[in-house]
């Protein structure tokens, strides 16, 4: 079945650290987004990627990075600039145009 | 900042009746519009999108659109105890050429037995 995988689902970072979330798509979508949701909020877009090799910031793109070497995946690293990056991250693919997103299950990463 | 707005509720409704959610947006220019549910602890799923004005009807969601009055809701028939979650509101939105998706914070809605 395709769909949308991100990896670890639970991750714990110390500070200072940087900490890598995997997300990978088997849907064929040319287009993948990053998210952050806190609680009680919505979601707010960190970066997104429209064809390989090529990404945008996002609103909150300060203390993240990104790449898009293949089609399938887009990785978002979290780097120690990042001063409060305890949340639930998301990463969602669509096909290009007006289409809704398809979302993985979801990072949740935990300052410790 | 383009806002998309939505009652953080909860909503609460008895097994059977009609909920409502509603939403609304501040770019003129947006073309598509989504409803999403989102379970405690779980990531979003896509339920309804809608492009043009009127209603949308699949199953026992409505989706209703009104561009001139930037005003999208959600009708939810037959509410069942299944349908409490979090319905998250999202409309498209181009910037430098490119379309991404933002989203309200979202309504709780609590169905009751």
């Known amino acids: 079945d395709g769909g949308i995988t991100q990896s670890p689902k639970y991750l714990f970072r110390k500070e200072g650290q940087n900490v890598t979330l995997s997300c990978e798509q088997n849907?064929?979508?040319?287009?993948m987004y990053w998210y952050r949701q806190d609680p009680g909020q919505g979601l707010r877009l960190i970066y997104y990627s429209q064809i390989v090799n090529d990404f945008q910031k996002g609103d909150i793109a300060e203390g993240y990075s990104v790449s898009r070497e293949k089609k399938e995946s887009f990785p978002l690293t979290v780097t120690s600039a990042q001063k409060n990056p305890t949340a639930f991250y998301l990463c969602?693919?669509?096909?290009?145009?007006?289409?809704?997103?398809?979302f993985g299950s979801g990072t949740r990463l935990t300052v410790v | 900042q383009k806002e998309v707005e939505q009652n953080s509720g909860p909503l609460s409704v008895p097994e059977g009746a009609i909920a409502s959610l509603n939403c609304t947006y501040s770019?003129?220019?947006?073309?598509?519009f989504f409803w999403y549910r989102q379970y405690s602890g779980k990531s979003p799923e896509l339920i309804m999108s809608?492009?043009?004005?009127g209603d949308k009807e699949d199953g026992r969601f409505t989706a209703q659109l009104n561009k001139a009055s930037q005003y999208v809701s959600l009708l939810i028939r037959d509410s069942q105890p299944s349908d409490s979650a979090t319905y998250l509101c999202?409309?498209?939105?181009?910037?430098?050429?490119?379309?991404?998706?933002?989203f309200g914070k979202g309504t709780m809605l609590l169905v009751s037995p």
């Open positions: 969602a693919s669509s096909r290009t145009g007006n289409y809704g997103y398809t």
């Open positions: 999202a409309v498209n939105e181009k910037d430098s050429g490119y379309s991404t998706l933002t």
């Open positions: 809608i492009y043009s004005n």
């Open positions: 770019d003129r220019v947006s073309q598509s």
């Open positions: 849907l064929n979508h040319d287009a």
